[in-house]
């Protein structure tokens, strides 16, 4: 089994920055990805960032040159700092590890971005 627990999340105004960390234990393999996705009231979920064990990186159009997903902790803890952040970045977050075809979940962490 494998655990996800998200922490970070809080309220912030436009251009402000956040942090959000997620700590995975339990049968973590040596190969996977780790992703973080948002879901916004009445929208679907959608991957904001992704890192693999081999380090490549990928970001959605929208939060490019803004957010930067990063690992820790010998690669346990999945990180993404939030920098200039809109108020269209206002969603839950959610930390997915994805590995030998199982999709593992966190419980997810607000971010709202308003004046």
Same mark, same amino acid.
């Given at each position: 089994?494998?655990?996800?627990?998200?922490?970070?999340?809080?309220?912030?105004?436009?251009?402000?920055?956040? *942090?959000?960390?997620?700590?995975?234990?339990?049968?973590?393999?040596?190969?996977?990805?780790?992703?973080?996705?948002?879901?916004?009231?009445? *929208?679907?979920?959608?991957?904001?960032?992704?890192?693999?064990?081999?380090?490549?990186?990928?970001?959605?159009?929208?939060? *490019?040159?803004?957010?930067?997903?990063?690992?820790?902790?010998?690669?346990?803890?999945?990180?993404?700092?939030?920098?200039?952040?809109?108020?269209?970045?206002?969603?839950?977050?959610?930390?997915?590890?994805?590995?030998?075809?199982?999709?593992?979940?966190?419980?997810?962490?607000?971010?709202?971005?308003?004046?």
């Amino acid at each position: 089994q494998v655990q996800l627990v998200e922490s970070g999340g809080g309220s912030v105004q436009p251009w402000g920055s956040l *942090k959000l960390s997620c700590a995975a234990s339990g049968n973590i393999g040596n190969i996977n990805n780790m992703n973080w996705y948002r879901q916004a009231p009445g *929208k679907e979920r959608e991957v904001v960032a992704s890192l693999t064990s081999y380090g490549l990186t990928n970001y959605a159009e929208s939060v *490019k040159g803004r957010f930067t997903v990063s690992r820790s902790n010998a690669g346990n803890t999945l990180n993404l700092q939030m920098n200039d952040l809109k108020p269209e970045d206002t969603a839950v977050y959610y930390c997915n590890l994805h590995q030998m075809g199982q999709h593992y979940w966190g419980q997810g962490t607000q971010v709202t971005v308003s004046s």
